[in-house]
C-alpha cells in the first residue's frame, strides 16, 4: 500500500524551485542594471545621506601644519567640500591621491581624517605625496568612522554648504568617478 505525500511535502518538495526562481530573477534584474547603467556594484548605501555630519572632534595631525577637523566646522559653508578617510597603509589611497591633488589644486576644500593610521606613517604618507587636505583630524582608533558607518578606507563624502552629507563613495576616486559623480555634484550643491 502507497501513501501519498500531503500537501504539505509537495509545497516542501517546490521551495527550492521557487528559491532559485526568485534568485535567478534578482540576478537577471542586476545584469540589465548593469547595462544600462542603473545599477553601481560599488555603491555602498548609506543611513547618513541627506542628514547632517555625525559629531565629532578629532585633533590635528602633528607636524602637517594642518588643523584638527570637528563637525561644526562642516556647517555653514560657503561651498560644498569633501571628506575624505584615508590611511597610509591603505593601497587604494595611494590609486587616488592624485584626483584628491588635483580636486585641491582646482579649488575644492577637502578634509582628511587618517583613519587608524599611527600619527607618523600618516604624516610620512603626506609628505611624500602630498597633501590635498585643508583640515586633518586623527581617528586612531576608529570611533568616528563607525559614526559616519564607514565600510573601510577610502571612503568620500560630499558635504553640501549647510553641513548635510550628499554622496558617499567607497573605494578610491578615479578620473571616471570624479568626472562623472564629483564633479556634477559640486556644481550642484554650489
Known amino acids: ?4 505525500p500531503g500537501p504539505r511535502r509537495r509545497i516542501l518538495l517546490f521551495a527550492p524551485l521557487g528559491i532559485a526562481a526568485a534568485a ?3 540576478f ?14 560599488k555603491g555602498v548605501p548609506s543611513a547618513l545621506l541627506g542628514k ?21 566646522m562642516l556647517r555653514d559653508l560657503d561651498q560644498p567640500l569633501l571628506v575624505n578617510f584615508f590611511a597610509s597603509w591603505c593601497v ?9 591633488m588635483r580636486l585641491a589644486t582646482d579649488g575644492v576644500p577637502i578634509m582628511g581624517i587618517a583613519y587608524k593610521d599611527k600619527p607618523t ?3 610620512g604618507f603626506l609628505r611624500k605625496h602630498g ?33 548635510l552629507i550628499r554622496w558617499r563613495y567607497a573605494g578610491p576616486l578615479t578620473e571616471d568617478v570624479v568626472k562623472a559623480d564629483v564633479a556634477p555634484l559640486l556644481r550642484r550643491y554650489a
Open 1 to 4: 500500500m502507497s501513501v501519498s
Open 24 to 26: 535567478g530573477a534578482g
Open 28 to 41: 537577471l534584474v542586476m545584469l540589465r542594471g548593469l547595462s544600462s547603467g542603473a545599477y553601481n556594484p
Open 52 to 72: 547632517p555630519v555625525p559629531e565629532f572632534d578629532l585633533a590635528a595631525l602633528a607636524g602637517a601644519d594642518r588643523p584638527g577637523l570637528t563637525a561644526a
Open 92 to 100: 587604494p589611497c595611494l590609486i587616488e591621491h592624485p584626483q584628491l
Open 121 to 123: 606613517e600618516a604624516l
Open 131 to 163: 597633501t590635498p587636505y585643508q583640515r586633518i583630524g586623527v581617528d586612531l582608533p576608529g570611533r568616528v568612522g563607525i559614526e559616519w558607518g564607514l565600510y573601510g578606507v577610502p571612503e568620500t563624502y560630499l558635504i553640501d554648504r549647510h553641513g
